[in-house]
């Protein structure tokens, strides 16, 4: 990676308060060596809406600002599901490192309103369930930025790593060519699926997982960690993956090796 790219990435969004991305790649790889249970999870926008269901705004609000979430083929969410939001609101609580929306540091972009709308919704609902991170956290888009360095990659290569939830079966045949130790791949449509997912790793080696499920991956990272593994929130980054975004930082991390 460039090395001005590298300092304005971490000057940015992963200073005090934040928890730096160094931080949170060390504290990884810390965890996995330990094989201590750990989880790190995300709040995006559609959690703080699962979050907020009943208690920070009412339905005509989430029906208006969410409509297309009532669909029932929407990664399996259909609301409004209370039961997913307790679930969900446990998994957070079972959280080792969670991440917290950037309030008034998107102002100079197009789809500022977009950031600082949903960006306070998921602040009130994280308050609403004392889940909001006062001191250190993590940046809510930490996944996407991480996938930027070498040593996210190198973990995907010194570690045994399982990849679960959506188009997690497409992102592993992507990445095979660059011949990492990921030793499994599946799917996550619903909470449905969790049990029989968790049932398959106990028959596999690995050390740690990552995930992307909407709302459902971090009620399994949650799963994940009481059985004593590293897992971690990927979410919408798995398509930066597919759609080659960092191939040049992979092969930079491999002719490194």
Same mark, same amino acid.
């Given at each position: 990676m460039d /090395? ?23 504290? !990884? ?21 699962? &979050?907020g269901q +009943?208690? *920070?705004?009412?339905?005509? @609000?989430?029906? /208006?600002?969410? +409509?297309h979430k009532?669909? =029932? ?5 259909? %609301? ?8 969900? *609101?446990?998994? $957070? ?15 100079? &972009?197009?789809?500022?309103?977009? $950031? ?6 998921? *602040? ?12 250190? @956290? ?10 930027? @360095? =070498?040593?996210?990659?190198? %973990? ?15 992102? /592993? ?14 799917? %996550? ?13 106990? &028959?596999?080696? $690995? ?11 971090? !009620? @399994?990272?949650?799963?994940? /960690? ?15 993956? !597919? ?15």
């Amino acid at each position: 990676m460039d /090395k001005q790219l590298r300092e304005n990435l971490l000057s940015e969004f992963f200073t005090d308060p934040y928890y730096s991305l160094d931080y949170i790649l060390d504290t !990884i790889k810390q965890n996995i060596e330990a094989k201590n249970g750990y989880a790190i999870m995300r709040v995006g926008d559609f959690d703080a809406a699962v &979050l907020g269901q +009943g208690c *920070v705004f009412d339905w005509n @609000f989430l029906r /208006k600002n969410w +409509g297309h979430k009532f669909n =029932p083929n929407t990664k399996g969410i259909c %609301l409004p599901d209370i039961a997913l939001r307790d679930r969900l *609101v446990e998994a $957070y609580r079972n959280a080792d490192m969670l991440s917290r929306f950037a309030l008034g540091k998107h102002l100079h &972009l197009k789809n500022a309103y977009w $950031y600082e709308f949903h960006g306070k919704i998921m *602040v009130d609902a994280l308050k609403y369930w004392r889940l909001l991170p006062e001191n250190n @956290f993590m940046y809510t888009f930490a996944n996407r930025e991480m996938l930027r @360095f =070498p040593e996210f990659w190198s %973990l995907l290569k010194d570690y045994k790593t399982v990849l679960i939830g959506d188009k997690m079966e497409e992102v /592993k045949q992507y990445l095979d060519k660059f011949n990492l130790n990921i030793v499994y791949a599946g799917d %996550l449509c619903d909470d449905s699926d969790i049990k029989p997912r968790l049932k398959e790793l106990e &028959l596999i080696d $690995y050390d740690w997982a990552l995930v992307a499920a909407a709302s459902t991956a971090k !009620i @399994f990272i949650s799963e994940i /960690k009481n059985k004593g593994k590293v897992g971690f929130d990927l979410g919408s980054a798995n398509m930066n993956i !597919i759609n080659g975004f960092h191939d040049n930082t992979i092969r930079e991390y491999l002719e490194g090796v």
